[in-house]
C-alpha cells in the first residue's frame, strides 16, 4: 500500500493530515514528537490543540474557514443590494461558489469527520479511507 508517511515532528505534518482526510488518501502518521494524539477519537482540531500549532499554522485554517464567511456575505449583500439585479447572479452565483467550495467543506473536516479505519502499530498509526 503507498502511504503517505507523516512525522509530527516535521513542520507542516497538520496541513498535509487536513490535505489527505480532504482527499481521503491512505496515511501513515508517526507521532515521534509525542503529541498524544488519537485520530480515531480526536477531531483535526482537537488534534491541532494538543500539538500547539503555532499562530502561522491556525491563521492558515482561518483562511480556508473565511472563504465559507465571505460567500456567505455575498448571498446576503446581494439579496439586500437595492440596485437593479444586475449583479444579483454574479454575487449569488460567486457566493455559492464560495460557499461550497471552500468553507463549509473545511469545517466539516475539522470538527467531524473521522476516518473509518485507523490501526496503531508499533511503526505508526494507519488511517485508510477502505
Known amino acids: 500500500m503507498g502511504d503517505l508517511n507523516l512525522r509530527t ?3 507542516g505534518w497538520f496541513g ?3 490535505r489527505a482526510y480532504h482527499e481521503r488518501t491512505p496515511i501513515l502518521v508517526v507521532d515521534d514528537a509525542k503529541v498524544g494524539i488519537d485520530p ?10 494538543k500539538a500547539g500549532l503555532s499562530l502561522a499554522e491556525w491563521t492558515a485554517v482561518g483562511v480556508s474557514i473565511g472563504v465559507s464567511a465571505a460567500g456567505i ?9 437595492p440596485e437593479p439585479t444586475s449583479k444579483l ?11 461550497l467550495t471552500g468553507g463549509f467543506s473545511a469545517i466539516r473536516i ?4 473521522r476516518p473509518p479505519n485507523v490501526e496503531v502499530s508499533p511503526s ?3 488511517i485508510s479511507w477502505e
Not at 73 to 81: K, Q, R, S
Not at 89 to 99: E, K, S
Open 40 to 49: 480515531a477519537a480526536d477531531s483535526l482540531v482537537s488534534m491541532g490543540l
Open 89 to 99: 447572479g454574479l454575487l449569488v452565483g460567486g457566493g455559492a461558489v464560495c460557499v
Open 73 to 81: 456575505a455575498m448571498v446576503v449583500l446581494a439579496f439586500l443590494d
Open 9 to 11: 515532528s516535521e513542520k
Open 16 to 18: 498535509k493530515l487536513a
Open 110 to 113: 475539522l470538527t467531524k469527520l
Open 124 to 126: 505508526g498509526i494507519r
